[in-house]
């Protein structure tokens, strides 16, 4: 295979053409945020709008998860308008979130608290209000998992892993705008829909919505 | 002379049938009555039946068509009479008895009432024309030019005045590259708003290796307050399908569709009935024209989600999924519809596309500035004194636009603001209205062309409202897809709505700006891209006025309900008059011993009822902002 020689944050790395900067620069070991991408999409979602990173000849940062390498591309990982953008993302995700990670199943293994720990954030919605909605009670149905959408943050890692890795469609996203969620069809418990437990959604959850019982 | 091509001879003959079919129309009085959804909505169905009534009842010789809008919205409805020997005369804000009269006094006795006509169409001796008024002066219609002139259900209306002639002179003798170049040479830039170059667009599709190509018409005109594209589709549909036709011929497509909103059904419904007539002609399905081009259309009606106008939604609602857009590049000249490559053009691009290739790239590149060849087609609403539909030049200021074309503002109010774009455009000041309109002036004012609708906005509008009534509407049309658009649009409309309630601070101000300008930067799509547009230029050109809400609890605008309190000046206030005590829906007004009338402010709902039910030889209520001004007020009033 092909491969392009390109820089990330001043090092220089070889990687396979066509391939998306996001997990060039994961393999090597340079971190960038990022929830809803996922390797095999051909088309990525880039709905968390985290993996932002700079790029030269271009004015705006772009989301790392849909650049493919180039040949002598400049990165940077971390600029001032990378960093504000991320922080923005970062602070709006927390502002429709449940807050109580001592409590949380996923505490020290949350893909968030890696965010914040690697970025320097603190774990709250910063400027913004905690918008402090009501969602459904967390379901146990299924004796097997729990799914709590107070703690989602529609990254789509599970819908992929229901959908297209087991390809079982027990699960999907719904409604529109704030109102966007996980959910069964027709909202029906996870135990009235066709889940089979697999519990692959549950390992693909990046945060505290979806845990084993 | 040169030989005429197969398939201009067909058109020939379809030419040589619509002409004599529609000569006999010119032996009787002829009535044309504007029923496009706005003249409809206005009481042209009424209109129409009060004439064949009349006509029925005094025996007059007269035919009445409909035809589509005139772009005059503020005289609906509308009625054309063209009666031999007379110049055809528009009149407007017809009813019932104004038909009786028509009827009596000009078709059976030679009287135009010219006390009622609004316009000539003609030039004549006795009434001016739309050239002679500045509106007319301003504007120059293109693609508006036979809309509410044609009967949009009739197709032979839109052959006789040379429609699909560019189609036949295309197919017959220029080749595919011919068409691409020509509309290049033009410079057409897209109308939904981006002001793409088409020619650009349709290149990238024609040079696709893959085979199967579409071409999709976008008419999911859902921006608040525009309908460009509705009254072009519902007065002249054959015009877009021709465009259409000839973009497919240049890009080599077999399929295309028009993506319409189910929210326009008359829309739907002509262009349906267009493409009946028009695979009854030959002109759609297999050999058009008789020759070997082949190409169909169909119509696919949105289910109403204003972020399907966007071109990757649009096309995932039309493959069956969620009607959300997609991370581009690809772009869909690379993988459109169904993964193939396809053109997505604006009705009004489409609309163009006929009358370049008749007149040629040259005549198109007369009108306008340079970079934005040809005319705008803007809907004016708001506080605009002639509201309605209007072609003008590119270039044209907006202080033309509104004080020319649209007369000023209604009421002689003093002019605020205008809100050009929609809700994904910006509201200018005052100082912006010399600017000429196009595209790319639009851009470095912080507005967009969008689809070209202008509200106008004038000093009894709040700034800081209006900024919260563009932004809710595209936070409710979220698609809730990507971070920065669901909960950033949703903290922006919060913290505008405490700033209208008062409770804003200036900290939140500077969040505000800084969460819109991310927002603009970080969102998914154009939606949320372009969503905080009106904050940012409120918060730029007005930002005196969101001060006045933070520092002082006061709307100057006293538009913002929990900023204002409503009063009653005594010294206006007649004993004679309880007009206000009757119009409260909350008891809230009353009647003091003194006879005089107040208002209980525990119980007031500010519903501005008492106001507008103050007689006007009194105006004694009056509204007061911020409210702790009604102390000072009722101490000296008792």
Known sequence: MNKVKLFIDGRELLAPAGEKLLWVALENDIYIPHLCAIREEQRPSACCRLCFVEVEGRKRPVTSCTLPVREKMMVKTRTPAVDRLVRTAFELLLSDHRLNCGKCPKNRACALQRIARERGLKLKPGRFKALGREFPPIDESTGAFAFDRSRCVLCGQCVHADQQVVKVGAIGFSRRGLDRCVSTFTGVKLADSPCTRCLLCVEACPVGALYPL | ???????????????????????????????????????????????????????????????????????????????????????????????????????????????PCYEFALVALETNDFFPTFSDFPRGVYEEKIILEDCGFIDPEDIDHYIARDGYVALAEVLGTKTPQQVLAEIKAANLRGRGGAGFPAGVKWEAVAVQTEKTRYVICNADEGDPGAFMDRSILESNPHLVLEGMLICAYAVAAQRGYLYIRSEYPQAIRRVRTA?????????????????????????????????????????????????????????????????????????????????????????????????????????????????????????????????????????????????????????????????????????????????????????????????????????????????????????????????????????????????????????????????????????????DEYRAHIEGKCCPALMCPDLIAYYIEPLKCSKLCSACVGSCPVEAVYTREDGLKAIDQEKCVKCDNCLKACPVEYNAVVKLSPPSLLQEKEGRGR
């Open chain 2, 1 to 111: 002379m040169r030989n005429l091509s197969a398939s201009e001879t067909a058109y020939r003959r379809l030419r040589q049938q619509a002409e004599a079919k529609l000569a006999p129309l010119k032996d009787k009085p002829l009535i044309w009555i504007g029923t496009a959804t706005c003249g409809k909505a206005a009481g042209a169905i009424e209109v129409r039946e009060a004439f064949k009534e009349e006509l029925a009842k005094k025996g007059v010789e007269a035919r009445v068509l409909e035809a589509g809008c005139m772009g005059h919205c503020y005289a609906e409805p509308l009625a054309v009479i063209a009666k031999p020997g007379f110049p055809a005369i528009c009149y407007g804000k017809v009813d019932e008895g104004l038909v009786k009269r028509l009827v009596d006094d000009f078709l059976l006795h030679d009287d």
């Open chain 2, 275 to 543: 493409l009946e007539q028009a695979r009854q002609r030959g002109l759609l399905g297999s050999s058009i024209l008789g020759g070997n081009f082949n190409f169909d259309l169909g119509i696919f009606a949105g289910a109403g989600a204003f972020v399907c106008g966007e071109g990757t939604a649009l096309v995932n609602s039309m493959e069956g999924k969620l009607g959300l857009p997609e991370h581009r590049p690809p772009r869909l000249s690379t993988a459109g519809l169904r993964g193939k490559p396809t053109v997505l053009n604006n009705v009004k691009t489409f609309a163009y596309v006929p009358l370049i290739l008749r007149r040629g790239a040259d005549w198109f590149k007369q009108t306008g500035t340079p970079g934005s060849p040809g005319t705008a087609v803007f809907a004016m609403a708001g506080k605009v004194a002639n509201p309605g539909l209007a072609e003008v030049p590119m270039g044209t200021t907006l202080r033309q636009l509104i004080f020319e074309v649209g007369q000023g503002l209604a009421g002689g109010k003093q002019f605020k603001a205008v809100q050009i774009g929609g809700p994904s455009g910006g509201c200018l000041p005052e100082a912006a209205l010399d600017l000429p309109i196009d595209f790319d002036s639009l851009q470095e004012a912080g507005a967009i062309m969008g689809s070209g609708g202008v509200v106008v906005l004038d000093e009894d509008d709040c700034m800081v409202r209006i900024a919260h009534y563009f932004l809710k509407f595209t936070q409710h049309e979220s698609c809730g897809k990507c971070t920065f658009c669901r909960l950033g649009t949703k903290q922006m409309l919060d913290i505008l709505g405490a700033i209208t309630r008062g409770e804003g601070t200036l900290a939140d101000l500077e969040t505000l700006r800084e969460l819109a300008e991310d927002v603009k930067a970080g969102s998914l799509c154009n939606l949320g891209g372009t969503a905080p547009n009106p904050v940012l230029t409120t918060l730029k050109y007005f930002y």
